[in-house]
T-cell receptor, first 111, second 117 residues
């Protein structure tokens, strides 16, 4: 079935790197995504990676994709208190227009 | 553009009452999605529409839930009768031609927080 799994919580010190991990099920997913949800708000796209890529870097964000293990990670360098939010991994389901989200990882950044 | 607009932002109702949640997608977007967020289950896809037509409603929990999209600028999600386990934040999201498979981006509203007592 369609299932995206993430750990629920991550706590890091300001200035450290954060790594949020995700496993997904659809090996034919064309795109994989990271969305960010700030308190009381909807989700916003943070970044995405095409399935034929292994890595994508965008300023402080690095996305790593391991297709063999169906594992996706998001690394945030120099984590700031403003990065505190819930981060959702999502996969596109092949042959549909569905986007399936994980449970979300709540990132807490402390001084 | 104003973004995806949802109403009401908060709704508190009693068990057995009918609840109607509303959504106005971004103009020009041809896909509309309804998701439900709870602590236990995360973000679940309930139903989605393409060009106002329901494509997949396999995520709708049961017959008490129904969704309509009478035109390109409006959709409703109705729960009748409501139960305490329906308490959640309901999100509407829209995207444009090709849907998320091609563009990779859903635009979310701010959500409707439903509490059923």
């Amino acid at each position: 079935g369609e299932d995206v799994e993430q750990s629920l919580f991550l706590s890091v010190r300001e200035g450290d790197s954060s790594v949020i991990n995700c496993t997904y099920t659809d090996s034919s997913s064309t795109y994989l995504y990271w969305y960010k949800q700030e308190p009381g708000a909807g989700l916003q796209l943070l970044t995405y990676i095409f399935s034929n890529m292994d890595m994508k870097q965008d300023q402080r964000l690095t996305v790593l994709l391991n297709k063999k293990d169906k594992h996706l990670s998001l690394r945030i360098a120099d984590t700031q208190t403003g990065d505190s939010a819930i981060y959702f991994c999502a996969e596109s389901i092949s042959n549909t227009d569905k986007l399936i989200f994980g449970t979300g990882t709540r990132l807490q950044v402390f001084p | 553009d104003a973004g995806v607009i949802q109403s009401p932002r908060h709704e508190v109702t009693e068990m057995g009452q009918e609840v109607t949640l509303r959504c106005k997608p971004i103009s020009g977007h041809d896909y509309l999605f309804w998701y439900r967020q709870t602590m236990m289950r995360g973000l679940e896809l309930l139903i989605y529409f393409n060009n106002n037509v329901p494509i997949d409603d396999s995520g709708m929990p049961e017959d008490r839930f129904s969704a309509k999209m009478p035109n390109a600028s409006f959709s409703t999600l109705k729960i009748q009768p409501s139960e305490p386990r329906d308490s959640a934040v309901y999100f509407c999201a829209s995207s444009f031609y090709g849907g998320p498979v091609n563009t990779g981006e859903l635009f979310f509203g701010e959500g409707s927080r439903l509490t059923v007592l």
